[in-house]
């Protein structure tokens, strides 16, 4: 096997049949230079090319292999003999012999081609959105607008590269609609992602100085703001650490189901974002109605200025009276809740199907994540009333817990929205 021989040989052909080095490269999906070092010898075509190259050419891989034309095929006989291995077994078992890829048809090299091509538009894709995500937590620094604008040029680029190479290997005769919609999901999570990113952004920015401690109201004696600090946690409420730390690896759940969505979506793969959006909105409007009712008790039983100053066991009691209507509340939204669920699988069960079932279950995933999460977006206190006469306490609207709430909601969203679009339509 000789480099130069094989490069004058695919010259020759090449020469034969009115093409140019860039034409026979566009048709094997590799550069010029490549052809150009084959025909003066400096290299050798890659195993994989060898099948369409040949065929290309009009030539056999041993004529490709040799550098030279067959004037004759030996017979038979003589090639079994010559090419079997001395324990048996095919030809690609001998010592030096091409791999099983050097026989690939030139549909099934296209075809391994598109793939590779689709798992480095896998690959880039991941690292963006995990990049945006990572973006999240450096909110107070000057330079997250210049990381989230960076990671926007890689993954254009790498978008603007994919859809060329999807050109191409369409030119060439493939079916290129499952790539096309592979890209469009990754177009659309790397998108809501950023946007939802951009805009935390802006609104810090914008009203960095609210969520400091903005004093929005004042009611008595208690004042309503925003806080951007600590979240309520305390022994009596365990089960919030969960909230604040499901975050990290539930990105990476929905990062993995992306890539697993992405590799084993079919051109029937379907999408139903509104089934799993819209139940989130019961269990907000719920949340909302938990919180109003706590605030209420509180406002309904604080003392008055001029009153007599409560003792230590008057504000446990204030303290238990709000954490009683609270689960109070959280009681009856549960139980409208679970009827929604309810009517929704009997409206799943009598259109057969034409109401999603995935939209009761993700009802259900959202109440566990809003309905007992009060106390890690709304605090209320009272203890300074029992110790200070003039006291004025708090009832604050946590951002950093909301946003951990929204966050968990959205992966969860995320990750049934994925692993709904790995079904296939019904026939």
């Known amino acids: ?97 091409p791999s099983l890829e050097a026989f690939l048809t030139p549909q099934q090299y296209l075809a391994d081609r598109l793939g590779s091509t689709d798992d480095k538009m896998l690959l880039a894709a991941v690292v963006c959105i995990l990049a945006e995500v990572y973006c999240s937590n450096l909110f107070g620094q000057t330079t997250v607008l210049r990381n989230l604008v960076i990671v926007l040029v890689v993954y254009v680029a790498f978008r603007v590269w994919h859809g060329k190479q999807c050109d191409r290997f369409a030119a060439l005769g493939m079916d290129t609609a499952v790539s096309c919609r592979r890209v469009c999901m990754a177009d659309r999570l790397f998108g809501v992602i950023w946007v939802f990113e951009l805009l935390m952004w802006g609104l810090v920015n914008r009203f960095g100085w609210m969520v400091t401690g903005y004093e929005l109201a004042k009611l008595d004696r208690y004042s309503v703001l925003f806080s951007a600090g600590d979240m309520n946690l305390n022994s009596h409420q365990p089960w919030l650490l969960f909230y604040v730390m499901a975050s990290v690896p539930l990105v990476l759940i929905l990062v993995a189901l992306f890539a697993l969505a992405y590799r084993r979506m079919t051109a029937e793969t379907r999408f139903r974002p509104l089934a799993v959006a819209l139940p989130v909105l019961p269990t907000l409007i719920g949340a909302v109605v938990i919180g109003w009712q706590r605030a209420q008790t509180a406002l309904a039983q604080m003392p008055q200025f001029g009153d007599p100053q409560p003792n230590v066991s008057e504000g446990e009691a204030m303290g238990r009276a709000i954490d009683a209507a609270g689960y109070h509340a959280l009681i009856g939204a549960a139980i409208v809740t679970a009827v929604l669920a309810v009517a929704v699988l009997v409206l799943w069960r009598i259109t057969h199907g034409r109401v999603p079932l995935v939209s009761a279950i993700m009802l259900a995933v959202y109440a566990v994540i809003w309905l007992p999460s009060g106390a890690l977006w709304l605090d209320i206190g009272y203890e300074g009333f029992a110790e200070q006469p003039y006291a004025v306490e708090n009832i604050t609207i946590q951002l950093g817990g909301l946003i951990t709430l929204l966050v968990l909601a959205a992966l969860c969203a995320g990750i049934a929205l994925f692993v709904g679009s790995l079904r296939r339509k019904k026939a």
């Open 1 to 97: 096997m000789d480099a130069r021989n094989t490069g004058a040989l695919i010259a020759q052909r090449r020469k034969a049949l009115g093409l140019t080095q860039k034409q026979l490269a566009e048709r094997l999906l590799i550069s010029d230079k490549a052809v150009s070092k084959w025909e003066v010898g400096a290299s050798y075509p890659e195993v994989t090319l060898l099948p369409p190259l040949a065929q290309i050419l009009g030539l056999t891989v041993d004529e490709l292999l040799a550098g030279a034309v067959h004037e004759s095929a030996p017979p038979a006989e003589e090639t079994t003999q010559n090419d079997a291995p001395p324990d048996g077994g095919s030809p690609q078992d001998k010592p030096g012999a």
